[in-house]
């Protein structure tokens, strides 16, 4: 149920690559993706296309009537920083999606929204895709 001062915030988190490189790169010879000029431009790509997916939401909402806002996180991995922005925006509700990876895609890559469930200070609901059903 909808409450008058409910607000949806539609949050994109951005990982730079020196985080990728040394998570999964690193024992490969990972290091030219820490180079500086490689990490800026990740960077300005990874947060211009975490702007156009908050602005696409964002008016998603706008035309639904919902007050919402935007967030982009940027420092440290994904699913450590919504859960830290979780507690520290006093977060009533994390809605996730579930790529549908199965088991071997889990076992490499782990599982965002299982991960956000067991951590988050608060409610989360897991949306599944068409392709997880």
Do not use: W
Not at 101 to 129: E, R, T
Request: hydrophobic content about 35%; glycine content about 8%.
């Amino acid at each position: 149920m909808r409450k008058e001062k409910d607000e949806i915030i539609i949050c994109h988190s951005c990982q730079y690559p020196e985080a990728l490189a040394e998570a999964t790169l690193a024992p490969m010879g990972g290091a030219a993706l820490t180079e500086p000029e490689f990490v800026e431009e990740h960077k300005k790509l990874s947060q211009d296309f975490g702007q156009r997916v908050c602005n696409k939401y964002l008016e998603k909402c706008r035309e639904a009537n919902v007050t919402c806002g935007s967030v982009l996180l940027s420092q440290g991995h994904p699913k450590d920083q919504v859960c830290q922005y979780a507690k520290e925006a006093n977060i009533d509700t994390i809605v996730v999606g579930n790529r549908g990876l199965g088991a071997v895609g889990k076992l490499f890559l782990g599982s965002f929204s299982n991960f956000v469930a067991h951590h988050a200070p608060c409610d989360v609901v897991v949306i599944k895709s068409h392709q997880a059903s």
